[in-house]
């Protein structure tokens, strides 16, 4: 299995980013997908769920400005985020449980500047 993440970078608060995460070597549309997130010194966080048939969860920190969607055609989940704040810096990982096991991606750094 194996995630790739992209789309992180520098933006300012009020800004937006899409995150990316390409998906190798599930069933892609089988599965639920996760997007985390962690800053030095914290427990890894979840950020947005996605269910294989599309239902969404969020954090209440991110409720209103993240939205999380899935291309299955491209096995690819993203995660739309607007307003973001400086408390949004972080780095993100993209996440799928499968078959007893969690796989994630290397990451992608988020940097909120106020």
């Known amino acids: 299995v194996q995630l790739v993440e992209s789309g992180g970078g520098l933006v300012q608060a009020g800004g937006s980013l899409r995150l990316s995460c390409a998906a190798r070597?599930?069933?892609?549309?089988?599965?639920?997908m996760n997007w985390y997130r962690q800053t030095l010194g914290k427990q890894r966080e979840l950020v947005a769920t996605?269910?294989?048939?599309?239902?969404?969860n969020y954090d209440d920190s991110v409720k209103g400005r993240f939205t999380i969607s899935r291309d299955n055609a491209k096995n690819t989940v993203y995660l739309q985020m607007n307003s973001l704040k400086a408390e949004d810096t972080a780095r993100y990982y993209c996440?799928?449980?499968?078959?007893?096991?969690?796989?994630w991606g290397q990451g992608t750094q988020v940097t909120v500047s106020s």
């Open positions: 996440n799928v449980k499968n078959w007893g096991f969690a796989y």
């Open positions: 996605i269910t294989s048939g599309g239902y969404t």
């Open positions: 070597g599930i069933y892609f549309s089988l599965n639920g």
